[in-house]
C-alpha cells in the first residue's frame, strides 16, 4: 500500500519529518523518500532510496544534515520511486501519493499527445505519482488540477504536495486510504507545528494529537498556524476495512476507530460465541496478535505465545516479491514455542488467508511439535474477489486464493463437497484456477452461513488439516469498526464496491 | 552478554551458520563474526563487522558466497571482536566467547611477562577472547588448555573451539551461561548434522532437536556423527536467572525450562495472590509480556496491548552504549496506545527496574494520555547488587541503582521512609550514590517483607509516580525455574553468591 | 566541459559502452551515467552517480550485469544528471548533451507556460539537459525538435538521443564542442558496429576508426549497419581552440587534427624562434607536456621531467570545487625533483594562466629547491574574455583573471607600467576587479606586440617572480590547428566571436 | 614490494601521515594501513583496508578524523594485512614490513614449538609481519630481537616499529629494501618532526628535507627532536638495481641517486652509442619514460608521446592478480596515438622485457596503425634469474621468462639460433619450461656479447616482431646508479646474488 507523512513548522522540521515517514515503514518496501522546502533559502532538498533490503532509517540518517526547511514530506512506497519534484505554471513542488492506477495506460497515452513528457520509466513501467503529477497541472490551480486526477484516475490516490505556500492534502475521492491531521501547541496554546499522515501512530511520540480526519475527496492546506479546507468532503465513503484487520498498526486511528480495539473487539465477539473447547489461544504474529487477545477474553482462556515472531532481525511485517524468499522469511521469522505447545489443544487467530499455503506448513510444525490440536481463526471472511482499488499485495492473482481453487474444485465436481481430500488432491499442480465462475455462484459462496459457504470452509479447514476453522462475519467487522456498512468497503468478502470503480 | 552457535556437517554449512548466529541478535550489539572451517580445503575463513548500526544480517548476507567449508561459529558479541584465529602448537583453531574477565589486567601482565603477544588492542582495552585463547594455549592440549582458563578467570566464560577435527564447545566452571547441543537426523534415522548453541531459539526453523544441555564446567567435541564428551561437569551450579527474567528470547529453554513459559507462571502467580483492582493487564515490549500474559490469566483480567513497539523499524531489544540515544530510542520505540488507556486502570509488566528514569516518563505519558490509574509489576525482586559474573549491561554502575540511591537517602537521613518525596527530591543531583552502606544492612533492605524492603518499595513507588508496584519474590522465580536454588545465581537480588568468584 | 560516447551494435553493447564513456573522464567531474536500450525486450536502462569523490570505473563497474541491449549512450558530465529519461509523442527516448545554456530561466519560463514541467531542480537550478529534452518535444520530429535547440539556445549544445531506433548524434549549430563518428568492420569488411564520441581517443582500443567528423549543425542516425544524415551541416563553425590547448586527451583527434600533434607544433615553433638560454625543459602536467615535448625538439635542449604529477593516486586533471581543496590538491598532486632543479636554469611549458596563483607558488618553490632560473612558456594567448559559450571552469569569474587584475591596475594608475610590483602589491585585497575597461581598450592589450600587450606580460613575469615570460601566438595556435582563422573560437584571447552568441 | 611511511611530531601527525602513506601507493595495491599512538591518552589506532579494487585516499580519508596522535606509521603493502598491533614484555607497539621470507614454514614452525602463537592466517598463509614481530619479541630488547629477524629471515625485511617512545626504523641487513630519513625545522632552526619513508617522494610536498640514507642493517629511532642510532650499518650492501629501474616513483633517491636522473642516464648512454636510424623516441608509460627522454638527448632524435597512459582512470602502475584482468588492463590503459605513427620509424624505451606477451601485442597494434619500424630499447639487462629477495612481482616463475623459453628452445634443439621462428613456433603451448638449464650454461647467455647473448636477443626480436631490439648493458646500470658493483644487486641479470641469501 505505502504511507506517506508530512510537517510544517515554525521552526527546522528535518527530525520530526524522518521520524514521521520512519512510522510508514510497515506499510512499504520498496522505496524510501523525503522532500524538504525552506522559505527561507527558497530551495527544495529531496532524497529516494531502494528499501528493498534495508531500512528508512539506516539509510537517511547519515543524510539529515544535507535537509534544510520548515516544511516536508515523505512516503514509504510500495511501489514507485518518490516524491518526484515538479517545476511548472503552478511554481514547484514535491508530491508524493498512496495510489494505485488501473487505467495508466490510456491516461499516459492522452497525455502523451498533448505533448507532455513521462521520464521516469526507468524500472520498465509507468510511475502512477508522475502520472497524478501531470494530471494536476492541467488544471488551472491546484483543486481544479486535483479533481482532474479524481475524474481520471481508475483505483485510488492520496497525496501530499509541498508547495511553495503549505503543504496540500487531498484523499481519495471514495476514501479508500486514509489522512489524518494533526497538530502541537506551544505551552501557550497556540499551534506551533502541523502534521499529516497515513498512520495516527506517527504522532504521540512526535507531541501531535489528531485534529482532524480527512473525508473522501476533501482537500486541505496545511500551514504552520492550522489548516484551511480548499474542497469539501463527499458525503459517500468506502474505507478499506483490510486497513484494521491487517495493514494498521496496532495503535493507529481511522476514522475515529483505533486499529487495537478493532481488532479486539472481533477476536472476543467471536471467542464469546465460539464452543470450542481449547487450553490456550495465540496470535499469529503481528496482525494475529490483537484478535487472540481479544478471543481470550472472550473465551476465557489463557492467551499465550506458542510462536514468537524473531523481531530482532525479521522487523518488517511485509515480504519480498520472490515467492521463493517470501517462504523462506516465513519460515525464519517464526519461531514455535514447543514447550507451550505439547499435549495441548491450540488456538491461533490470523488476520485472513490467502493462498494457504504458508498456513498449512504452520499446522504441520506445530503438530510434529507435539500440539495435540490446531484450531484456527480469521479476522475477516474469505477472500472471494480481488482488490481493484489499492495494491493490496497479498492478492496479486485472484486465481491463487485458496477459497476460488476450492469453489473451482467444487464447481468442476474435481471435489465433492462432501467427501475427504486432501490439500493437493483436488486441485491441477499449479494452483491457479483456469474455470469461469459466474459472480451469482461466487456470491453464494460468500453469504455466511449459506451452505456453498459451509462446504468451502470446512474443505478448506480439511486441506489445511486443522482441527477447526472458523472466520469472522461481515457484520462484526462493521460493528467493529463502528461506521455504516455502506462506507467501507468489504468488496474482497462480498463484490460489493465494484459501482465504484468510475470515480466521480 | 553475547550469544555464539556452531555447526558441523556432511555438506556445506555456511547458510545454516549465518541463521543460526542470526537468531543470537537479541544478546548483543556491539560485533558479529563468523569462521568456517572445510577440511577438503585445510582452509579457514573469517569476517567480523560492527553491529552498532546495523543489523548481522545486512552486513553478511552478501558475504556468504565467500564462506566455505562443513564447520564453523559465530558469534553475536557485547564487547570485542571475534572470532579470533589462531595458530599454536594445538594446531589452527577459531575461538569466540561469552565471557567476562574481571582480572585481565592480571592474566595479561602474566602472559606477556611469559614471552606471549596480545595483538588485540586497537579498541584500547584487552581483548578477552584473545587472553581466553593464550589461556588455552598454555595447555598441552585443548581439555588442560581451557581448564587453565577455569583456573585463571575470575567472572565467567563459555566458548566454541572450530578445530581442524571438529567444535569443541566448554561451558563455564559455575554454568552461568548457557551452552545446548542439538541433532539432526536424516529420513533413516541416522545424525546429519550437530550444533551448539546459547539459545536453543535457532534450533526449530534449522530443524534441529536439543540433545545435550552441557553442564557447568563440561567440554565436548562435536563431529559431524554426533557428540564426544572430554570433561565431566561439575556438580555445582550457578546458572544466571536473569537469562530466564531479561535475556532470553521467549522461545528458548536453559537446564529444561522455557523462558516464556517461566515468565508466564512469574506473572501468573502474582496475578492469583494481587488484589488490586484493574481493568487490564499490559507487558512493556519485549521482556515484560511474558509475565504480563501470566498476570492477566492468574488475575482473570484482560491482558491488552494499550503500549506497542514499534518493531518495523525498531527491533532491537538492546540499546545504544551513549545515554542521549538511549533515551531517545526508549522514547521513539515504544508507542502509547490511547484508545486503550483512557479511563481505564492499567497495570503493566516488566522486568526489571534499574535506574527508573525511563519507567517514570512512561508513567507520566501514561497518565497524560488519560489513563486512571497505573500500577506496576516488576518480574524480579529488587536489583540491590551489582553482578561481577557476566557484562550485565542495564547495571554498569551499581550506585545508580533507584534501589540503592533510595538506600542511601534512607541511611542518610535524607528521606524519612515515612514522609512523602518525589524522585529527586531525595537525591542528589548527580544520582550516583557515595555513601558506604554495610552489606549486613543492604542483606535487610533484600529481605522481602522486611520493613527496610517494604519502605524501600514504597519509597520507589513513589518516586516514579505509580498508583502500586509490587517486586517478584525470589521464592517464585526459583520455583518458576524448577531448579533447586544452590544452583541458581540470584546475587544481584541478594548477593548471595560471592563466595564463587573465584573459580575451581 | 563533459563528454559523451555512444554505440549500436549487432550484440550485447554494455562492456564496450562502459569504456567508451570511460574514456571521457578527463572531461568531467560531477555526475557519470550511462543508459541502454534493449530491442529485443524493449526496455531501457540507465543508472547516474555523483563523481565528486570517486571514478565512474569504480561506480559502474560492479552495475553492468544488470545492464542490457545493444545500444547505448552516455556521459561523464561536469555539470547536471544525465541520461535524461523521457517518454513523449516522439517514442520513448534517453539524451545526453554537452551543453551550456546562458538563457535557462527565460526558456524555462517559456515552456512552464505552455503546461509544461521540469522535474530536476532539486540541485536548485534547473537541469539544461531536461530543457533541451523538451525543446526537442516540441518538434514534430526529432530533427525539427532539434533545430528547435539550434534556435533557441544561447551558449552551445552537443547531443546524443538514443531512441527506440537508433542513435541520433546532433552536434552544436557552431560546432563548438565536437562529435566524431567511429565504425568496425567485421572480418568480412561489413561494418558490425558504429560508435560516436566527443573523444576519439575512445576508439583505437575499442576497434573502432574515424569514419566521421559531424560538421556544426549536422545531425545523424546511427544504426548497427551504418549512418545516415539527418540535416546537413552548416558552412560556418567556431570550433574551440581550448579543446586542443586544454581539453583534449593527446591521442584525441577533432577536426582532423590530433590534440599532441597540435601541442608539439605550437612548442616547436615557439622553441625554435625563442633565443632565451635554458639547461631543459619541462612541462606542468598534464596539458603542458605536449609543448614542452615540442619545445625541447625546436629549441635543442633536453626535455627533462623536473617536475612529477603522482598519478597512482591524483589521476583526474580536472579539479575540486572548493577553493581550499583545490589548493591542497594542486600542491600535492604536483612534486619537483630536486635532483633535476639544483642549479639549472628551467623553462616549463603550461597550457595557460588563469588567476596565477599556483604558477606563483610553483615558481616560490622551484626557487627553494636550487633552480638557478625559472622561464614559463604558454600553449596560447593570455586570457582576456570569459567563454559564454562553453562550461569552460578555469574562467569562472572574468575578473579574477590575472590579465584583468593587471589591467585594471594600469588603467586605474594603480601600477605604472614601468614600475616593479609584487603580485599583490598593486591590486586590492579580493584579487577581484571592480573598473568597467572599455572593449576597445581590452583589445589594444590582447594585440601582439603592443605596448600594452608587452608591459602587461612583463608585469605578469614580475607578479609570478618569473625570469622569463612567453605567450604563444594566436596565428601559431591558427596554423598548428590548420582550420581557416575564421572557423576557429578564439575569443578568450581576442574577443572575437561575441556575433554568434544568438544561433541560427 | 610495498612501501611504509612514518612520522612523529610535535603537533598532531595524522594528515601527514596520511599523505606520506598516500605516496607509497604506486609500491603496492593489496592492502593499506596505518596506525597512530598518542602519548597524551596512551591509546593506539589502527586500520586496515583491502586496495584492490580502490585507493587508499578513498578508503583512508574519511576515517582520520577519528585517528589521533603525535606519530604514526602506515603501509601500502602488496602481500599482508598491516600493521599489526602487539602487546609484548616490550611493551606495546605497532610494526610494519617491507618483507619476504622464502623460510617462513620454517620459522612458523620452530614459534609454534615455542608456545606462540599466529593469528593472522585467515587469508590460507602466513602473515609475514607477525613472524617479524614474534621474532622480535624473542629477544631481551628491541635491537637484539631485530637482529633475531636478520639471523632467521631468508629474503629480506625492512621494518618500522611504532612504539611508545618514538618511531624505530631497521633496514633490511643487505640493505635491499630502502629507508630514508627526513626532518623539518622550525622558522627557529629546530627540529620540528621527522619522518621516515620507503620513497622519499613523500617528503617534498610535506616540508621534509632528506637528512639520512640508513645503512644496510642499521636501525635508528627517532623522536620528534632526532635521530639516534641504536645499531650501526653493515660494510656491505646488496640494494636492488629494480628499485631505480621499475619500482621508483621518479622523483625518489636511494643511495643519494635520483630515479629519473639514473633513467635519464641509461637512456641517454644508449641514445649516444646506438647508431639506429629513428625519426622520433616514445617512452611506455610509465617507467620507460625517464629512459626515452634520455635516449632522445643522447640520440638527437625527438622525443615523442605516440603511446599515451590514461592516467584519469588507469592510475595505477601495478596491476591485478588475475591474469585475465592484467590482459584487459594492459590493453585499455595505453592509448596509441596513430596520427604520431603514421610512417614513422618509431623507437620505443620500456622497464624490462617479462613474458614479452604484451609487448607483442603492443607492436602488432603500432604496426597495425601505420608504424613503418618498432624499434625497442630495454632498460636493463635481460631477465634470467628469478628474484628470491623481495617480492618481485613481475617474475612470479622464472620458467615464463621469455629468456628462459628462448635458452630452452635453443638448448633442446627446437629453435635453431639462426633460423627463423615466430613467437609461439619455437615453444611449447603451456609457455612454462620445463627443462633444466645448468647455472653455468645460463651465465653464457646472461653475458652480454657471448655469442649465446647476441642469439638470444635476436631470437626475442623475431619473437616479438620487433625491427631491433637491445638492452642496457649492467654496467651502464652500475654507472648510472654510481655505486660500487658490489653494492648492487644485480641477481635477476647475472645470478650474482645467489650467496647472499643466508643472512649474517
Sequence with gaps: MGGFFGTIQKKRCVEELFYGIDYQSHLGTKRGGMATYSKETGGFKRSIHNLESTYFRTKFEDELPKFFGEQGIGVISDTDAQPLLMNS??????IVTVARINNAEEIAHKLLAENMV??????????????????IIKGKDFVSGIENVYKNVQGSCSMLILTEDGIIAARDFWGRTPIVVGQRKDTDGNIEAMAVTSETTAFPNLGFEISHFIGPGEIVRLTADGMQQLRKPENQMQVCSFLWIYYGFP???????????????????????????????????????????????????????????????????????SQETRNLVAKMKLIPNESMLKGKRCLFCDDSIVRGTQLRENTKILKELGAKEVHMRIACPPLIWGCPFINFSASKNVLELITRRVIEDFESGRTKATQLSDVSGGTKGDNVCEMEISDERLHQYAQTGSPEYEAMVAEIAKRLNLDS?????????????GLPKCKICTHCFDGSSSHTINNF
Aim: glycine share 12%; net charge negative.
Design 251 to 321: 495503535t493507529s486511528i481511522y476514522e475515529g476507530k483505533n486499529v487495537e480495539e478493532m481488532r479486539y473487539q472481533t477476536g472476543f465477539a467471536m471467542g464469546e460465541e465460539d464452543d470450542t473447547e481449547i487450553d490456550c489461544v495465540g496470535g499469529i504474529p503481528d496482525s494475529g496478535i490483537g484478535m487472540a487477545v481479544g478471543y481470550a477474553a472472550g473465551h476465557h482462556v489463557p492467551f499465550q505465545r506458542a510462536i514468537s515472531k524473531y523481531t530482532p532481525t525479521w522487523p518488517r511485517s511485509f515480504m519480498p516479491t
Design 118 to 135: 513521462l521520464s521516469e520509466f526507468s524500472s520498465g513501467r509507468i510511475n502512477p505519482t508522475e502520472l497524478i503529477g501531470l494530471l
Design 89 to 94: 505554471h503552478l511554481g514547484r513542488f514535491a
Design 469 to 481: 476453522l472458523r472466520f469472522t462475519k461481515i457484520e462484526d467487522i462493521i460493528e467493529a469498526i
